[in-house]
Nanobody, 120 residues
Framework: QVQLVESGGGLVQPGGSLRLSCVAS????????MGWYRQAPGKQRELVAD???????NYADSVKGRFTISGDNAKNTVYLQMNSLKPEDTAVYYC??????????????WGQGIQVSVSS
């Protein structure tokens, strides 16, 4: 069994910063990538950023230059530093990881989601 646990969300004023963390634990044979998605009310879930274990990062256009994703392979942890936050960044943020599970191959796992609210 694999678990992803997110932390670091909350309420922040426009222009502020937050740092999200996600730790993967359990029966992890190998990990290919980790990332963050978000879902605002009435909208589809969208990719925010992801990063492979070799450090290759990918960002949504809407967050480029404001958000930075980083990972700690030894700790199976991914971080999302969010700066210059805007009200339109308000959403539930979900951690995602692609993990090699013996007998199942590469399997996507999701965290439970964490609320990020940007409002004055």
């Amino acid at each position: 069994q694999v678990q992803l646990v997110e932390s670091g969300g909350g309420l922040v004023q426009p222009g502020g910063s937050l740092r999200l963390s996600c730790v993967a634990s359990g029966s992890i044979f190998s990990l290919n990538s980790m990332g963050w998605y978000r879902q605002a009310p009435g909208k589809q879930r969208e990719l925010v950023a992801d990063i492979t274990t070799d450090g290759t990062a990918n960002y949504a256009d809407s967050v480029k230059g404001r958000f930075t994703i980083s990972g700690d392979n030894a700790k199976n942890t991914v971080y999302l530093q969010m700066n210059s936050l805007k009200p339109e960044d308000t959403a539930v943020y979900y951690c995602n990881a692609e993990i090699l599970v013996i007998g199942s191959g590469w399997v996507p796992y999701w965290g439970q989601g964490i609320q990020v609210s940007v409002s004055s």
